[in-house]
C-alpha cells in the first residue's frame, strides 16, 4: 500500500533534504572508505553521494555539499 500524498511541495532547492548513512561495508572502498552517505533534495530530486571513512565525517559532507549546491544556485 503506498503513502497518501500529503499535498506539501517544497518551493525551493534546500528547504528539505533526505540523507541517510549506510552501514559498514564488508570490504573498504579503494579508498578505503567503510560508510556512504546519501543527500536528496526534495525539490530538484537530485542526489549526492560521499564516501566516508568515519561516521563522524557526516556533518563535514553535509557542509559540503551545501555548498556546492549554494555555489551552483548563484551562478544561474
Known amino acids: 500500500m503506498s ?3 500529503g499535498g506539501k511541495r517544497v518551493k525551493q532547492i534546500l ?4 540523507s541517510d548513512v549506510f552501514e559498514p561495508m564488508k ?6 572508505s567503510m ?3 546519501s ?3 526534495d525539490f530538484s530530486r ?3 553521494i560521499y564516501f566516508l571513512k568515519k561516521k563522524s565525517e ?5 557542509k559540503e555539499f551545501k555548498a556546492q549546491v549554494e555555489t551552483k544556485q548563484r551562478r544561474r
Request: zero cysteines; glycine letters at 4%.
Open 46 to 48: 537530485n542526489t549526492w
Open 15 to 18: 528547504e528539505l533534504v533526505h
Open 58 to 62: 557526516v556533518i563535514d559532507k553535509f
Open 35 to 37: 560508510y556512504y552517505v
Open 27 to 32: 570490504v573498504p572502498s579503494l579508498g578505503e
Open 3 to 5: 503513502f497518501p500524498y
Open 39 to 41: 543527500f536528496i533534495d
